[in-house]
């Protein structure tokens, strides 16, 4: 049978058409950066999947209801059982997005000095363990460099690498193990159930604390669905559970699979963890029953945590995102396989070859989409790679992508054909594409905060 779409839309929001000279004079003024763009001079906007969805006629009928009452609110209660419904986790606390969480959860469970070991940190996880004092050790799957191999998994956590370390001289520093599911900065890719089950022993065995980053745990469990003939008759919501079982904690960002604009929670099993992050959550993001949150917001993530193990939602996900790679592939532009879900990746090497990695390529074709098409996206070179103080390239990244990133039951077919045709433009003329410098290099969240201009060739 075709691919149907399983929702329509019901409100619409007109998007800015601009200029090519509009767009010129916009990348000036915002320093070459993306972040620094103003959204009502961007025609499609992929800089991030976080919050940017558009919320169903399901959630806005509920948060008619919405409780907002101080404590206790039935929003509150809502929510909770929402949660508890996905993961076994006695203590469930709100925050207002997946930072936070980060921040009070990490502050409990490292200390100047502690190693965090990762399949790959996030920027704000790398960042909330870094101002601690703590190390981020990122120990992705091999497999993750390889950019054109379909290997399923490429999303893992490196378990052969974990165990070197925590049997190795730095064992006894390393303070928590965090697995980000699905990998955002490793090309949102998938991590395997026989790998969650190893680490969590790992884990165990040497009584470190497994976390899991499970910003998108429901697209994860729709790829293990997808990929893992052992789970190909579980629904997503039974892997997700089975999945939220290996955690000793959680922190979930629910901007990304919550299909909301704002919250996040942290569970746990020990009470006296959950008491320290309650303190610290009064203190700093609101009272234990709604963590900053609207009832608002909440009544969104109950109902949007409802929808989105939906088997045809997510389905739907999947073949959004393959079109777009197909397209682009289609044209000659390859993008990191296999394709996951929340984001497409170009792979900015081959298409504009005649810039050497000092030359940023991923950012250079990220500036291209928007001179060219005002599509707004982001390289992960800024990132990942190392800059001297005269903002010379150091280490390069492992990889140049440009993260096209989908936000959820937004954009159509129409829209994915616009951005593989503006793609097309610019795989047809690379030599116009110049190379970037840096020219304000901020120390820490490098490529939030950043200046670049292109250099004349
Ligand atoms: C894997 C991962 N962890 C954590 C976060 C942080 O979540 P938030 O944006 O809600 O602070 C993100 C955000 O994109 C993410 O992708």
């Keep these: ?194 790998n969650l089950a190893e680490i969590s022993a790992v884990a165990r065995e040497h009584r470190v604390p497994l976390v899991l980053d499970a910003a998108r745990f429901a697209e994860n469990a729709w790829l293990v669905t997808q990929r893992d003939p052992e789970y190909a008759d579980w629904s997503p919501r039974e892997v997700a559970r089975r999945v939220f079982e290996f955690g000793d904690a959680v922190v979930a960002s629910l901007k990304k699979d919550g299909l909301s604009h704002e919250g996040a929670f942290i569970a746990v099993h020990d009470p006296e963890l959950a008491d320290r992050c309650e303190v610290d959550i009064i203190a700093t993001e609101g009272f234990r029953t709604y963590g900053g949150l609207t009832g608002h917001t909440l009544e969104h993530l109950a109902q949007g945590l409802r929808e989105v193990l939906d088997p045809h939602y997510l389905a739907d996900r999947e073949h959004e995102a393959k079109f777009l790679a197909d397209r682009l592939h289609a044209v000659g532009v390859e993008t990191l396989r296999p394709t996951g879900l929340h984001a497409v990746y170009v792979n900015a090497t081959p298409l504009v070859p005649h810039l050497e990695p000092k030359h940023l390529p991923d950012h250079a074709v990220t500036c291209a989409l928007y001179r060219e098409g005002g599509i707004r996206a982001a390289g992960g070179g800024l990132f990942l790679g190392t800059f001297d103080e005269n903002n010379e390239l150091l280490t390069a990244p492992p990889f140049e992508l440009v993260r096209l990133a989908l936000p959820r039951r937004v954009y159509d077919r129409s829209h994915m054909e616009y951005i593989a045709e503006v793609l097309a433009e610019i795989a047809k003329h690379p030599e116009r594409v110049p190379g970037y410098r840096l020219t304000h290099n901020p120390e820490v969240l490098r490529h939030f905060r950043c200046r670049t201009e292109p250099i004349e060739p």
Excluded: C
Excluded at 4 to 11: C, E, H, N
Excluded at 27 to 46: Q, Y
Excluded at 156 to 163: E, K, Y
Excluded at 164 to 179: E, F, K, S, W, Y
């Design 1 to 194: 049978m075709p691919h149907l779409r399983p929702f329509v839309s019901a409100v619409v929001r007109p998007i800015p058409i601009t200029t090519r000279e509009e767009r010129i004079a916009e990348l000036d003024r915002a320093g070459h950066n993306p972040f620094n763009i103003r959204g009502d001079k961007v025609s499609i906007d992929l800089l991030s999947d976080s919050g940017t969805g558009a919320v169903s006629t399901d959630q806005q009928a509920w948060a008619q209801r919405a409780d907002e009452r101080y404590a206790g609110a039935d929003s509150w209660f809502r929510f909770r059982d929402a949660v508890r419904d996905l993961v076994p986790h006695e203590h469930v606390l709100p925050v207002h997005q997946g930072r936070a969480a980060e921040r009070v959860l990490f502050g409990e469970l490292l200390e100047p000095g502690s190693i965090s070991l990762s399949n790959m940190h996030f920027d704000t996880t790398r960042a909330n363990v870094e101002r601690i004092g703590a190390e981020a050790r990122d120990l992705p799957s091999p497999q993750l460099f390889d950019l054109t191999s379909d290997a399923p998994f490429k999303g893992d956590i490196d378990v052969d690498a974990a165990r070197a370390v925590l049997n190795g001289p730095d064992g006894h520093r390393v303070g928590q193990i965090v697995v980000t599911i699905t990998n955002n900065g490793g090309g949102g890719q998938p991590v395997s159930m026989a």
